[in-house]
C-alpha cells in the first residue's frame, strides 16, 4: 500500500494475500470476506486504527 493512502477493502485483501502468499490457484480458498472479519475484529478492539477507514470504503 501507497504511505498515507488507506486502500479499499479490495485493496487491503490483494495486500493481504500477497504477504501470505497465496497463489493465484488459492485465492479461492481466501475470499475477500476473510479480510472484512478480520478488519471488524481489529476495529472493535482498536488495534487497527485505519480499520473502520478501509470497511467504510468497500
Keep these: 500500500m ?6 479499499n477493502l ?3 485483501h490483494s495486500g493481504l494475500c500477497n504477504v501470505l502468499g ?3 490457484n488459492e485465492k479461492e480458498e481466501y475470499p475477500i470476506e476473510i479480510s ?5 475484529k481489529y ?3 482498536g ?3 485505519v480499520a473502520k477507514e478501509i470497511l467504510s470504503k468497500s
Design 36 to 40: 472484512k472479519q478480520l478488519l471488524q
Design 47 to 49: 488495534e487497527f486504527p
Design 22 to 24: 497465496v497463489t493465484q
Design 10 to 12: 479490495e485493496e487491503f
Design 2 to 7: 501507497q504511505e498515507g493512502k488507506v486502500p
Design 43 to 45: 476495529d472493535k478492539i
